[in-house]
């Protein structure tokens, strides 16, 4: 038997990877009633013969660390969309972000009992994105929690 080969799906998520660095803006939220600055640092690679994205996040202020994540990016032949498995230093259970691709541009989203949570990743280059994660509990009104601008380290 061939063992199966990554396709075109799995080939696009590569533009994830490399190591990225930026600066992150989180307006006042529930979790921080005032504006918040912070530096985001992710690291992807290709992993699991080129079928996922590995992502290892952290973000610090002033030097100190704030949050961390563990992301897996992949495909899903099945439902011809692509999913992100989140783990966090929150201590939630993982989130499953399920998600399409525009061009250059991708969005996630995860529905859970607080509500959903929406994730846009936009390439504005093969070496920055911009990212935004937004909260709603309806999925029709959103709010932004987060919107930070990388560049390839």
């Known amino acids: 038997m061939d063992m199966p080969k990554p396709g075109p799906e799995h080939a696009a998520l590569q533009i994830f990877a490399g190591t990225w660095e930026g600066r992150e803006r989180m307006p006042p939220s529930p979790w921080a009633p005032t504006e918040t600055v912070a530096d985001g640092r992710i690291v992807n690679r290709s992993s699991l013969g080129g079928f996922a994205i590995v992502q290892d996040y952290a973000q610090s202020s002033d030097g100190v660390a704030r949050y961390e994540g563990h992301g897996v990016f992949t495909w899903d032949a099945a439902a011809k969309e692509y999913c992100l498995h989140w783990f966090d230093s929150m201590g939630s259970p993982a989130n499953v972000f399920r998600g399409t691709r525009d061009g250059d541009t991708w969005t996630f989203v995860a529905r859970d009992a607080r509500g959903q949570?929406?994730?846009?990743?936009?390439?504005?280059?093969?070496?920055?994105?911009?990212?935004?994660m937004e909260m709603s509990p309806d999925g029709k009104t959103w709010s932004l929690f987060m919107d930070g601008a990388y560049r390839k380290a």
């Open 117 to 132: 949570t929406r994730g846009v990743w936009a390439f504005t280059s093969p070496t920055a994105y911009r990212h935004t």
